[in-house]
């Protein structure tokens, strides 16, 4: 069996843009090892973003198949993979995704409410309200509970988007230039508690940045360039890590 958490083989992405089509990734395959950290850099419109939703069965490649933890992402069933994404993937995007209306704790058990049936859900809520209140507090922000999202500082809502990302601890991270709109203090801050939460829990992460020296600390970067894999390179911080 294959040591990796997820893998695209063969994969194409075509849009369908006024009468034309537009294909954006022309046969990529890329596969992320169990617990590894994998930078994805590459020039703005090369295809990060759609690569990383396909990998995280956002999207539905054109062609080619992904596999998530050795299922065929896209030969079950809507349901089958929406469990396998709720409890085994975490996003953490650059606008942060939060739902407005939702206070912080509320935000951080979403995948604990979607994941449960009603009865469940009940049953646990008070347990993951206040895990949520506890993680919150270990991220600094102990007094912005109920906070909604709108009350909150960029730096603050990327925390509580990465709490809620890890809330049911799913062995894969995905995240899309979450520092991108953030001031570089409050990045490199929000930056260490993504990658020591990370290494705590051993998780596999694939990261999107632009940020050299961010790559540096990937134990590989996958480099891309119109649509295909340009490089693909094992870098110093591998051969630390061993
Ligand atoms: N839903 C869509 N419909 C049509 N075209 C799209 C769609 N999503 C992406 N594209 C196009 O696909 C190409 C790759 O987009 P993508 O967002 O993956 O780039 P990126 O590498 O993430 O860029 P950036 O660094 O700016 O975030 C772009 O040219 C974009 O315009
Ligand atoms: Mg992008």
């Given at each position: 069996?294959?040591?990796?958490?997820?893998?695209?083989?063969?994969?194409?992405?075509?849009?369908?843009?006024?009468?034309?089509?537009?294909?954006?990734?022309?046969?990529?395959?890329?596969?992320?090892?169990?617990?590894?950290?994998?930078?994805?850099?590459?020039?703005?419109?090369?295809?990060?973003?759609?690569?990383?939703q396909i990998l995280g069965l956002l999207e539905q490649p054109t062609e080619g198949e992904v596999t998530f933890q050795g299922q065929s992402a896209w030969k079950v069933s809507v349901a089958e993979r929406a469990a396998l994404r709720n409890s085994g993937i975490g996003f953490?995007?650059?606008?942060?995704?939060?739902?407005?209306?939702?206070?912080?704790?509320?935000?951080?058990?979403?995948?604990?409410?979607?994941?449960?049936?009603?009865?469940?859900?009940?049953?646990?809520?008070?347990?993951?309200?206040?895990?949520?209140?506890?993680?919150?507090?270990?991220?600094?922000?102990?007094?912005?509970?109920?906070?909604?999202?709108?009350?909150?500082?960029?730096?603050?809502?990327?925390?509580?988007?990465?709490?809620?990302?890890?809330?049911?601890?799913?062995?894969?991270?995905?995240?899309?230039?979450?520092?991108?709109?953030?001031?570089?203090?409050?990045?490199?801050?929000?930056?260490?508690?993504?990658?020591?939460?990370?290494?705590?829990?051993?998780?596999?992460?694939?990261?999107?940045?632009?940020?050299?020296?961010?790559?540096?600390?990937?134990?590989?970067?996958?480099?891309?360039?119109?649509?295909?894999?340009?490089?693909?390179?094992?870098?110093?911080?591998?051969?630390?890590?061993?």
């Amino acid at each position: 069996m294959s040591d990796a958490i997820v893998s695209a083989r063969g994969i194409r992405k075509s849009f369908q843009v006024g009468d034309r089509k537009l294909e954006v990734l022309h046969g990529v395959s890329l596969e992320v090892g169990r617990g590894e950290l994998v930078g994805v850099m590459g020039a703005s419109g090369a295809g990060k973003s759609t690569l990383i939703q396909i990998l995280g069965l956002l999207e539905q490649p054109t062609e080619g198949e992904v596999t998530f933890q050795g299922q065929s992402a896209w030969k079950v069933s809507v349901a089958e993979r929406a469990a396998l994404r709720n409890s085994g993937i975490g996003f953490v995007f650059q606008f942060y995704h939060l739902l407005p209306e939702l206070t912080a704790v509320e935000n951080v058990v979403l995948p604990a409410m979607i994941g449960s049936s009603m009865g469940a859900w009940r049953a646990a809520r008070r347990e993951n309200l206040q895990r949520a209140e506890e993680t919150l507090a270990r991220f600094g922000l102990k007094d912005r509970l109920k906070h909604r999202p709108a009350q909150l500082s960029g730096g603050e809502r990327q925390r509580v988007a990465i709490a809620r990302a890890l809330f049911l601890d799913p062995p894969l991270l995905i995240a899309d230039e979450p520092t991108g709109n953030l001031d570089s203090a409050t990045g490199e801050k929000v930056l260490e508690l993504l990658l020591t939460e990370r290494e705590e829990r051993g998780l596999s992460m694939l990261l999107v940045t632009h940020d050299e020296r961010l790559a540096a600390r990937c134990q590989r970067v996958v480099t891309m360039d119109d649509g295909k894999i340009q490089g693909d390179v094992r870098t110093a911080a591998r051969a630390a890590a061993r």
